[in-house]
């Protein structure tokens, strides 16, 4: 009998020795135990494929592809895709003419309707994305200047305050020197809306107490 | 007559029984301990392609979960950023780090980098991040404290069990949207965070399904 408790126990050592306790660090993926289901033979989000050559199982659009939005689309918009094709060039682009001529046109005002709302989320897809190098008040002051982010110019800056609506809006889309591209990570609607928003920075930035509304004056200590 | 049995036989019915109970005890132990994903998943780190180090970027940096996460809010997946992303800041910034030829490499040739993936849940769970971020579930709940992680590791176990906690009592963990991406925020205390947490549920309508096919199908 004691050799069998004297067995157990060592056993229990070796089990704990070998498998270790819960939460341990571990670099080898983790163990099914219950397979079933678990794994299926399909592909989700950014799985990798071994059926294509690059092995993206995401299939790149074919080039030329034009997002459209289909009936059923059309009554629960939560299916449709996130940016469509539109018609209104200038909505789309910040371009203006045919753009036949070499030189790029930009228009400028507003294509869509600026609201609270508008500014709103202009607000926060420019503290998400622009801020880290623009700075939150538009000053090129952003956190990305201490570590070698030299160029970042002020929105403040005569040329960037008289640079038209519509340069903004393609500066947004494509990027500039040596900012990157927005465009796929903003829709239409968030790129005019952080426009938008660059545009009342750029309006606070040179105003003076006089533009406050009275009834707000005193809750910012003017 | 002598007897059969020899006097040690006595007591052997007593000692099997005992040890078949304490055999039993062991091995269902073991198995509560070992066969769940509090053991089999929680703490799996990976060395990834890149380095990428969490907190250096969220806390030192200070940037936004969603600069990189972009699709967070829209989609039911919170997507791993392209290397472009990486680039925006990365080609100016340790331009020629040795560590992020990876992601110089995939931005030229377009090939993927290719990311271990760390939390995945089975794949007859439909998760929607979208659902569940736009309704005030921060990020920390289920992937703990990633803005501290220099490497990334799996911290909570995301059983089944783990996910109805939050599905049966939504008042415990939901927090006001404008805090989801604070990763550190709380609420000042539990009483004050179940006060809070009953009036967002009932202002945002939330009813968490706990039925099989609410993430099942």
């Excluded at chain 1, 071994?50 to 997002?67: E, I, M, Y």
């Excluded at chain 1, 110019?153 to 500039?176: A, C, N, Q």
């Excluded at chain 2, 703990?144 to 990334?152: I, K, P």
């Excluded at chain 2, 947490?197 to 609410?214: A, D, F, M, T």
Aim: charged share 25%.
């Amino acid at each position: 009998m004691r050799y069998f408790y004297a067995i157990l126990l060592f056993l229990v050592v070796a089990v704990l020795a070998i498998a270790g306790f819960r939460g341990q660090l571990s670099k080898k993926p983790p163990v099914l135990l219950f397979g079933d289901m678990h794994e299926q033979p399909k592909f989700r989000a950014q799985d990798s494929s071994s059926l294509f050559p690059d092995r993206r199982a995401d299939r790149p659009a074919v080039p030329g592809t034009v997002p459209f939005v289909n009936a059923k689309q059309e009554t629960y918009p939560f299916l449709a895709p996130r940016d469509r094709f539109r018609e209104d060039r200038y909505l789309t682009t910040g371009e203006i003419g045919d753009g036949s001529v070499g030189e790029t046109d930009f228009g400028a005002g507003f294509p869509i309707r600026i609201t609270h709302e508008l500014m709103l989320q202009g607000e926060r897809r420019y503290e998400i994305h622009c801020a880290v190098c623009h700075g939150r008040t538009g000053n090129g002051e952003g956190i990305t200047r201490q570590y070698g982010m030299i160029a970042t110019p002020s929105f403040h800056d005569t040329r960037l305050r008289e640079m038209s609506d519509g340069e903004i809006y393609s500066v947004i889309v494509h990027g500039r020197g040596t900012m990157g591209e927005y465009g796929s990570k903003l829709t239409v609607e968030e790129r005019w809306a952080v426009t938008a928003y660059v545009r009342a920075l750029q309006l606070a930035g040179h105003a003076s107490p006089e533009d406050v509304p009275e009834a707000l004056r005193e809750g910012m200590g003017l | 007559m002598a007897n059969i049995f020899p006097e040690w036989s006595n007591t052997v019915p007593r000692k099997v029984i005992v040890a078949l109970i304490v055999l039993i005890i062991l091995v269902s132990s073991g198995i509560a301990y070992y066969f769940t994903p509090e053991y089999t998943r929680v703490g799996y780190a990976p060395d990834q392609p890149v380095p990428f180090d969490h907190h250096l970027h969220v806390e030192q940096v200070g940037m936004d979960c969603r600069y990189c996460h972009t699709n967070v809010e829209i989609s039911g997946r919170a997507g791993v950023p392209a290397a472009s992303t990486c680039m925006n800041c990365h080609d100016t910034i340790k331009s020629d780090s040795p560590l992020l030829a990876p992601i110089r490499e995939s931005y030229e040739s377009g090939e993927p980098v290719e990311w271990v993936r760390i939390h995945q849940a089975p794949e007859h769970v439909y998760f929607n991040h979208a659902a569940h971020v736009n309704r005030g579930v921060s990020c920390v709940e289920c992937h703990g404290e990633v803005n501290r992680m220099e490497v990334v590791r799996h911290e909570k176990s995301l059983s089944m069990a783990f996910c109805l906690e939050c599905h049966n009592e939504p008042e415990r963990y939901v927090r006001p949207l404008d805090k989801v991406y604070d990763l550190d925020w709380e609420a000042v205390s539990p009483t004050a965070q179940v006060e809070m947490g009953r009036k967002l549920v009932e202002e945002w309508s939330v009813n968490p399904p706990l039925n099989c096919s609410g993430c099942h199908r």
